[in-house]
């Protein structure tokens, strides 16, 4: 592991951190929040997920969640959203695809098959890692994330209910089979045949039969891509008749940026702290 940056925050530390990753065959880097109170013991751990275009930095330098992180005792770590290098496939005019643009799947498709295997490195690879070196208590773990980072966070936490106790949303793409902003990257992962894309979306798994708990979704209701990309109101009918639990709140004026999410970034750090004491 190489560390590239440590500073003190509240009374922890803020990390940033590389290494080498069998999955996506390239060197990933990380982000990693530690409270003070892993001086101590294991804390439980909150995996954020960041949206298309980002990397670790932009939710560890705009989403304003250290000072909550460090009174509830949460570690959180925040992933790069896709591959990175020289050898790494990318369509540099295309910002919804390649690089910035993983999605978190795993592709199967050429060239994206040899590098970009965001699921087996967002829920096998990394945490292993992050386990080995930091005081996680790993029976105790949440996902969140925002936008390409929601649909992440929900389609893992549906595909994962025995790892994960917690799961929260930003403005999550909750159908990205259908959504406009998704559907040309997932042809170019996944292939042409759409029943290979029902596991990496969220409507379809619950109607295939997956479950979690509850989630908790909050959207903006001036987010330019509500009506096109985003559409919380599908996951919310696709939930009924099941034992699926939904918090959905819609907020005026708010739009899809950093200044939503930090907004409400304490509420959705409570919300894991309740459920991962």
């Known amino acids: 592991m190489k560390v590239l940056s440590q500073n003190t925050a509240f009374g922890g530390m803020q990390g940033v951190f590389s290494h080498d990753s069998q999955a996506c065959k390239t060197e990933m880097t990380f982000a990693v929040y530690i409270p003070p109170q892993a001086i101590k013991a294991p804390c439980p751990v909150v995996w954020y997920l960041s949206g298309l275009t980002c990397t670790h930095a932009n939710v560890m330098e705009k989403g304003e969640y250290r000072r909550m992180a460090a009174e509830l005792g949460l570690i959180i770590v925040c992933p790069d959203t896709s591959p990175r290098g020289n050898e790494v496939p990318d369509e540099l005019t295309n910002w919804q695809m390649g690089k910035g643009a993983g999605f ?34 790993m029976d105790r773990q949440g996902i969140f994330g925002h936008s390409m980072g929601g649909h992440g966070a929900i389609t893992i936490a549906l595909k994962n209910p025995e790892r994960f106790r917690s799961c929260s949303a930003f403005a999550p793409i909750v159908e990205p089979s ?37 989630f908790l979704i909050d959207q903006g209701k001036a987010d330019n891509f509500l009506e096109t990309g985003l559409r919380p109101w599908l996951f919310e009918e696709a939930i009924k008749g099941t034992d699926i639990g939904l918090t959905l709140r819609l907020h005026e004026r708010y739009d899809h940026s950093y200044y939503f999410i930090s907004s409400f970034m304490d509420d959705h750090l409570k919300w894991h702290a309740e459920r991962l004491a």
């Not at 292939?191 to 039969?209: F, H, I, N, S």
Request: glycine share 4%; with cysteine.
């Open 178 to 214: 259908t959504a406009d902003w998704s559907i040309g990257a997932f042809e170019k992962y996944l292939g042409e045949d759409k029943a290979t894309w029902r596991q990496y979306d969220a409507c379809a798994l619950v109607k295939d039969g997956a479950r979690f708990p509850e």
């Open 104 to 137: 978190y799947l795993n592709a199967t498709e050429a060239p994206w098959d040899e590098n970009y295997q965001m699921y087996t490195y967002i829920t096998e690879e990394l945490p292993a890692f992050v386990s080995q070196h930091f005081r996680v208590d």
